[in-house]
């Protein structure tokens, strides 16, 4: 391995990196100069998430950017996105609610081929991440709270929603990985006294804008999954749970008839 290589690795290593090879290489390949090297790993180093350093996170076959202060898409979440897609591939209108950088948005548009795109979220720097990656498939981004973002002329019209929304309990967010709880916004981590705050408002009012036989999916964790088919429920959807044990991924369904 080349000397530099090596330097980086130690380094990382040092800081605790467990996966410092794979750093080191990603780091390399992305920084321009031997100073973009050195304060990409300094960053790395302070405790920086890998992706907040890099500028991008693999999502989904994507190179989705993302920048500091930004939710990073986890891994997990790419089974959403497989389970929307499965269910809906003739879909021609997708909204992405609490959508960060706008990952599962701009990963739905590129394998339904190019429906109408919509996303929203409350947080201003989300918003400017979002419409970078879903520019490349003529995907709005619209700031605001949940539903209130989105133009009333979609409303009864959507084929696919997709809510990737907070679902920590709020006693737990200190608990978090110290890459999440002090880099990332407490608005897309903070789900509520039990998880489900934001969960049961989406529920409420997807009926109103769900097309007839539109879908639901927000992802939840196994703890909760009951009773986050019990709000789907509630709010008249038929709702379902998949469950992927690979991604230690749960995705609650709800089908308007």
């Given at each position: 391995m080349p000397p530099l290589f090596d330097s980086v690795v130690a380094v990382l290593r040092s800081a605790g990196c467990v996966f410092a090879e794979d750093e080191a290489?990603?780091?390399?390949?992305t920084a321009g100069t031997p100073a973009d090297i050195a304060t990409m790993v300094d960053r790395r180093v302070a405790g920086l998430p890998l992706e907040h350093v890099l500028g991008w996170a693999g999502f989904h076959g994507l190179r989705i950017a993302v920048e500091p202060g930004v939710f990073v898409p986890r891994r997990r979440t790419e089974f959403l996105v497989d389970q929307a897609v499965a269910l809906a591939r003739d879909a021609s209108l997708v909204v992405d609610l609490c959508c960060g950088s706008g990952a599962v948005g701009a990963a739905l548009a590129a394998c339904l081929g190019g429906p109408e795109l919509h996303a929203a979220d409350i947080d201003p720097a989300a918003v400017r991440c979002a419409r970078r990656n879903v520019a490349p498939f003529a995907g709005h981004v619209h700031e605001g709270d949940l539903f209130a973002a989105l133009p009333d002329t979609l409303r009864g019209r959507i084929d696919v929603l997709v809510a990737n929304v907070p679902y920590v309990p709020t006693d737990e967010v200190g608990l978090l990985p110290?890459?999440?709880?002090?880099?990332?916004?407490?608005?897309?981590?903070?789900?509520?006294?039990?998880?489900?705050?934001?969960?049961?408002?989406?529920?409420?009012?997807?009926?109103?804008?769900?097309?007839?036989?539109?879908?639901?999916?927000v992802e939840t964790s196994e703890r909760q999954a009951s009773r986050a088919v019990e709000a789907l429920t509630h709010s008249g959807l038929t709702g379902r749970l998949a469950v992927s044990e690979e991604l230690y991924a749960n995705v609650v369904i709800g089908t308007k008839a």
């Open positions: 290489e990603l780091i390399l390949s110290a890459e999440a709880r002090d880099h990332e916004p407490l608005v897309a981590l903070d789900g509520g006294s039990d998880g489900l705050d934001v969960l049961r408002r989406v529920a409420a009012e997807a009926p109103q804008w769900l097309a007839p036989g539109g879908r639901l999916l």
